[in-house]
């Protein structure tokens, strides 16, 4: 094995604490702007990880400029977990979360936009602290590794092992030739989104505090919210939800067809087959679950905090579609607790932790595209079998997936369903009885956030012993991250020498 240009490695990590550094001083302007008395806490906390950037940066300056796949993997694995210890420090200085290992939970549920939490009253927790808490999902939604390619060749540095390791789904789809070109334009698209969502929000009835709040959250797919009853506050204003389900929706479609739709591409996005399945699959399950929800439960028995208010046909509907793309997307808001609702419907929801949105989205999963792939190449191995001689290659968009990408796939859901079993029987072997158990390695290998049993919508992690929130913590990260990066580094074979 070639010699790991550890340099390059320590001084990339020093970049991105700067870049937390950076957001930091912005939670640091918020709290100042409403007295919140954690103004220097945070400040603090911000000029520590600025500083152990600096050292980082300066002691490697003279690094050998090359990042090869195998430095790749480790930067962005070792990347966001530097990230999720400096993103602690403002919770752990201001002690809203005095424990290191909750704040480390914390902060990884945000980076990773998992949403889990382990906060018991939200409300009470200080506006700067709450900004910070959602500003690391709007750091780790579009991805911490990919923001800094954006400004990687200003350090004379290539970003495509990153962005190969990094960026979610199947396929780190480009826009432009060069990759920083790619990160910069889905970046501004990110943040014209939450821009949009946030004037939206406040024109409807939020407050602007909780509307920046809630769209950092969205865009992320991420779910913290600023209330502990989640979306379920504004259950009596349901524009609110029908905004947050619009950009939820957004969030969780590939951001690429997003630049497509800006270019007036219009058919490129009509034509792609995994945005067709995601809208196919939120359509069909949002009729399904609408209809039982409207024959069948009792919605007012698990709503939080507002009775129906345009009528139960409408209310049905909304609640069934918010939660289906909310679960689909990985998302995590809640605007009731759909455990109540029916058996089924548990069930339902349960099946839709691994579905995931699009790839190239922020969102978790696995994926509708793996999905369909999957799918399809089962179908060809029926036909395979009364045709062992026949060539019938997989198509997606109209074009032969290469056998590689397919066994890629394949082997990737398989290391996924095995996670969530290993994750399982871990969380069942520290004491969880088995809904929790099996939600709880669901929703964190998922990002999806809310889960099942003593996990559910109304509740949250911290009755979690410390073992199990480090465990679902590592599960949250090797989810957002799709496997691969993070276990690759776990092998024997990735530091052989050879």
């Known amino acids: 094995m070639p010699r790991l240009n550890n340099q390059i490695i320590i001084h990339l990590m020093g970049l991105l604490l700067l870049c937390n550094g950076g957001f930091m001083l912005t939670a640091v302007l918020v709290s100042w702007f409403y007295k919140d008395g954690v103004t220097l806490d945070i400040l603090g906390a911000a000029f520590i990880t600025l500083f152990v950037g600096v050292a980082f940066m300066f002691s490697t300056r003279g690094h050998r400029k090359e990042v090869k796949k195998r430095e790749g993997y480790i930067i962005v694995t070792f990347g966001w977990i530097f990230m999720a210890l400096s993103g602690s420090l403002p919770y752990l200085i201001s002690e809203a979360i005095p424990s290191f ?26 506006k700067g602290i709450l900004f910070w ?15 800094a390619i954006a400004i990687l060749p200003f350090l004379g540095i290539g970003g495509m092992q990153l962005f190969a390791a990094e960026a979610p789904g199947p396929s780190a789809d480009k826009v432009k030739p060069r990759i920083s070109d790619t990160a910069k334009r889905l970046w ?3 943040v014209s989104y939450t821009a949009a969502e946030t004037i939206l929000l406040k024109a409807a009835g939020m407050s602007f505090f909780d509307a920046i709040n809630h769209s950092l959250s969205t865009l992320s797919t991420g779910g913290f919210s600023t209330k502990n009853a989640s979306l379920a506050y504004w259950n009596d204003q349901p524009i609110i939800q029908y905004i947050i389900i619009l950009f939820m929706f957004l969030a969780g479609a590939n951001f690429v067809l997003s630049y497509y739709s800006f270019k007036g591409k219009v058919q490129k996005v009509l034509h792609d087959d995994e945005f067709k399945w995601y809208f196919v699959f939120i359509g069909a399950f949002t ?50 607790d759909y455990t109540l609702w029916t058996p089924f419907l548990t069930i339902f929801f ?18 509708v595209m793996r999905h369909i792939i999957m799918i399809r190449n089962s179908g060809i191995e029926f036909k395979r079998a009364l045709h062992p001689n026949a060539i019938l290659p997989v198509r997606f968009n109209g074009k032969s997936v290469r056998k590689g990408v397919t066994f890629n796939i394949l082997g990737f859901f398989i290391l996924y369903m095995l996670s969530f ?41 911290d009755m979690l012993p410390d073992l199990g929130k480090w465990w679902t ?25 050879r």
């Open 188 to 190: 501004l698209i990110y």
């Open 101 to 126: 290992t909750d704040a480390f939970f914390e902060t990884m549920s945000g980076y990773t936009t998992t949403g889990a939490t382990i906060l018991n009253d939200i409300e009470s927790i200080p």
């Open 287 to 336: 009729v399904v679950a609408s209809l039982l929800i409207y024959f069948k439960a009792d919605v007012s028995l698990s709503q939080i905090a507002h009775p129906m208010v345009w009528g139960e046909a409408e209310s049905a509907f909304r609640h069934a579609l918010f939660q289906v793309v909310s679960v689909i997307t990985t998302t995590g808001f809640v605007s009731a």
């Open 473 to 497: 913590a590592f599960l949250m990260m090797i989810g957002r991250l799709e496997l691969f990066t993070v276990l690759i580094i776990l092998t024997p074979y990735f530091w052989r020498k």
């Open 133 to 147: 808490r959602s500003l690391t999902h709007w750091i780790g939604g579009m991805g911490i590794i990919v923001l």
């Open 421 to 461: 079993i290993i994750g399982a029987v871990v969380l069942g072997g520290l004491g969880l009885d088995f809904s929790t158990a099996i939600g709880g390695a669901a929703s964190s290998l998922g990002n999806v956030g809310p889960a099942f049993g003593a996990l559910g919508p109304v509740n949250n992690y």
């Open 350 to 367: 349960f099946g839709m932790f691994f579905l995931g949105g699009s790839a190239g989205s922020t969102a978790g999963g696995v994926k």
